[in-house]
Every structure is written in C-alpha cells, then in structure tokens.
C-alpha cells in the first residue's frame, strides 16, 4: 500500500520534525568548513518549502559524517543552515545541540513557516544505537514525523525510526517527504509493472553484494545485461579463464544458480563477448590499507570468452558496448545499477559512458530509466546525463535493500495511506 505523504498532510501551526539528508562533503578552507557538493541540501528544498506553504513549523534533523557519538565541530550542521537559508530566501535558525532545553526553547519561540535546523544527530550515540530515550527526547518536541533521507532509511536509527515510533504511539502521523515518495514509486511501483520490454544492467565490483537484486530481478526483467568485475565471477563459473580480473571464487555456485534460473524462465541473460584487459604492474607504492599498489598498463582489447593469465579484465569491450546499446534501444524500461568498468579511470570509463549514453537515448525515444544509486548515477552525471534518464535514486545502500525487495526501517516506519 503507499505511504502516507507530506502532500496529504494539513499542518497548520504543526510542529513537524523532518529526518533530512544534509550529509554533504565539507572541505576546510580558512579555517572554515565549506560545502564542496550541495545537491543534497537542494533536493530536500522542495520538501521544507510545501511544509513552509502549508503553515508548519519545519524542524529539521540530520546526520553528517561519522562522529560516532562524539561532538566533532568539523561535522556541524552550521554550514548547512547558512547556505539552507540563502536557497529557501529565509532565515533558518541554527542550534547547536538536537535535543534538550536549548530545543525546546527554539520550538518553542517558532511560528508558522518558521524554519529550524537541529545539530547533528549522531554527535549522540543513542541516534545509531536507536536508544528509546534518545528517540523520545527527539520526539519530544514533533507533531508530525517527516522521513525525507532515503539514504539512510535502510538504517533503524533513532532520527529515522525510533521516533516515528513515538510520534506514531502518541496518535501523531508519519508520512513520507517528497523525495522518499519519489524513491518508492520509481524502485518500488514503477518496477512492479514495468513496460516491456524491461532492461536491467547490473554491473559493479561483486556479485556477492548484487545476488539478491540479480535474484529478484530475474523474476521481472526481460534481459539482464551484465558488466563489471561481477561479469568474470559469471564467466568463471561457466569454466572460461580469467586471469588475474577481480573474481569471487567461491561465489561461482550462486552465479551458476542465477544463470540457471534465468534460462528456466526464459529471459535473456547476457554477459560480456569481449573486453578491455590492462596488465598489473606493482607500482613500488601502497594503497591506503598497506598493500602493494598495482598499475593498469597496456590496456588492449581482449575478444573471446578467456583472459590471459597475465591480465586483468578492466571494462566490457567495444562489441559488448554495440550489442548492449542495440537492446538498449528497444527498451521500454531500463534499471541501472553498476558501472561497467573500473570508470574512475577515463581509460577504462567507455563502457559505462557508453552504456549512460544508451540509457539517455532509450528514455528519448520513451523508455522510464530508473537510475538505482551509487556509481551509476556518478557515472551518468560525470556524462553530463542526468537530467536525460527518468529517474535517479538517491540512495546507495538503501537503493540496493530496496530493490532487494527488503523493509527499509525508515519506510516501514511511516503510515499507510
Ligand atoms: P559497486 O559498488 O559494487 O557498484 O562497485 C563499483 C566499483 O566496481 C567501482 O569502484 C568500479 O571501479 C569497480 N569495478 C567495476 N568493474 C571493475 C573491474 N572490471 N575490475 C575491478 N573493479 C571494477
């Protein structure tokens, strides 16, 4: 059933605390922390302003960073609330702390409309221990309970479940903000009847971390195309070589498991036919955990179904990019997930670059592309693609739960309508 949303609600003269995610990257610079990166606090923006309109007192939490417990002055919220005021064009009150008098004290002196910004959850270890007094304390001064931070939803955390608990016990509602209500229609409704023919791409480092939404998703799509490291775990099983490319050896039964039950319900389940291979050379140098830092170098085509042993697989191959893009075009809905290729480095990106482009094109001629989180939305945004694909989770973890078809706390939490 869906959730409750923040559009259903009348809140007049409510106070209404809303679960934000305003866990931006921070640099210091003269002695200040500055926002290097504010998408998040502009996408919660629509959210704050209906509640504005609607005549609420908009209480604001949020996490940043991981202090674990500790108050870190490096992960204030302060900065947020300065720029938060400039993009809503109203002041926004700032106060340090996220419970206890000094709170009470600021809802209470709020009006209608009026804007606060709560310090940093987790400077409090009960907001990840989600400790019941921690909650209540929060709740203390809610109406209403907001849950606008998908990306942390998968996370039973004081601020994203335990206190919806407590508002909900005292007869208060618990609806969804804007965004949320965006992430479960595109992940969650959208997908449950896709147009057909349905496309997942599903790439990335492990097929450990993917088997689930590799499981589920067999169940729905049409074809999977697969890329990333995870392809060679699937090229593995089926006994081809693959050098030094990273695989998850003991991981070859799942993979088996996932190709025989594509077969059994008939859907097409496509792995890379060529690739880009690199050799490893031991650079002299140590990554950041101590271990000897390798070099990609000699990047070369590499057709067939086996890697020399020499050689690593890097990124799918020129005439994978050309059949991918040729199902691609006949999609009518696309989910991504993963890139292709170790894309942070611009020699081995064309995969996924291509693959972003592919996904565009589709949603041009009428497909709904469903970007599920993590690198995939990075990957189609250092494309300049974002604003070309339907949809753009988001969420990391929880994105991947969600599709998973797992019960997100922080939306298990909230009301039906
Ligand atoms: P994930 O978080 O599972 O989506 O994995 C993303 C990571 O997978 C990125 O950092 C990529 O660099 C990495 N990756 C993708 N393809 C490969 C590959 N062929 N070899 C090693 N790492 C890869």
């Avoid at 302060?78 to 109203?90: D, S």
Wanted: aromatic share 4%.
């Amino acid at each position: 059933m869906a959730k409750l949303s923040v559009s259903d609600l009348d809140v007049r003269g409510q106070r209404v605390f809303v679960r934000v995610d305003f866990n931006v990257p921070l640099d210091e610079k003269d002695g200040h922390m500055v926002i290097t990166d504010e998408t998040r606090i502009r996408e919660t923006v629509a959210t704050i302003k209906l509640l504005i309109s609607k005549g609420a007192k908009v209480i604001l939490a949020s996490h940043l960073g991981r202090p674990d417990g500790q108050v870190v002055p490096s992960m204030s919220l302060a900065p947020v609330g300065v720029r938060l005021a400039e993009l809503l064009g109203q002041p926004v009150r700032f106060v340090n702390q996220c419970v206890g008098p000094a709170v009470k004290a600021a809802v209470d002196a709020m009006k209608p409309g009026d804007v606060t910004l709560l310090e940093n959850v987790r400077f409090h270890a009960g907001e990840e221990a989600n400790d019941p007094a921690f909650a209540q304390d929060l709740a203390s001064v809610a109406d209403t309970y907001i849950n606008d931070a998908f990306g942390t939803a998968h996370r039973a955390h004081a601020s994203t479940e335990g206190v919806a608990r407590v508002v909900a016990q005292r007869g208060g509602r618990c609806a969804t903000g804007l965004l949320i209500a965006r992430e479960l229609q595109f992940l969650g409704d959208e997908l449950e009847k896709p147009a057909r023919p349905f496309v997942v791409i599903l790439g990335g480092a492990k097929v450990s971390d993917k088997i689930q939404v590799i499981d589920r998703l067999i169940e729905k799509a049409d074809v999977i195309l697969i890329g990333g490291a995870m392809a060679y775990t699937f090229k593995l099983a089926q006994g081809a070589k693959v050098g030094l490319s990273l695989v998850e050896k003991d991981k070859t039964d799942i993979a088996l498991q996932a190709l025989a039950k594509a077969k059994a319900r008939g859907i097409q389940f496509v792995l890379p036919s060529d690739n880009i291979v690199a050799t490893p050379v031991d650079s002299g140098k140590k990554d950041k955990k101590g271990r000897p830092k390798m070099d990609l170098t000699q990047p070369r085509v590499n057709t067939g179904d086996n890697i020399p042993d020499t050689e690593e697989g890097v990124d799918i191959g020129p005439a994978t990019i050309v059949n991918y893009a040729k199902i691609l075009a006949s999609a009518k809905t696309v989910l991504w997930n993963g890139p292709m290729g170790i894309f942070e480095d611009p020699r081995f990106a064309e995969g996924t670059f291509a693959v972003a482009r592919a996904v565009a094109e589709a949603t041009a001629k009428g497909a709904k592309s469903i970007i599920g989180g993590g690198d995939s939305v990075k990957a189609i945004n250092k494309a300049k693609l974002g604003d070309q694909v339907t949809f753009m989770s988001t969420g990391g973890g929880a994105s991947l739960e969600f599709l998973e078809g797992q019960v997100l706390p922080g939306v298990a939490a909230l009301q039906d309508k």
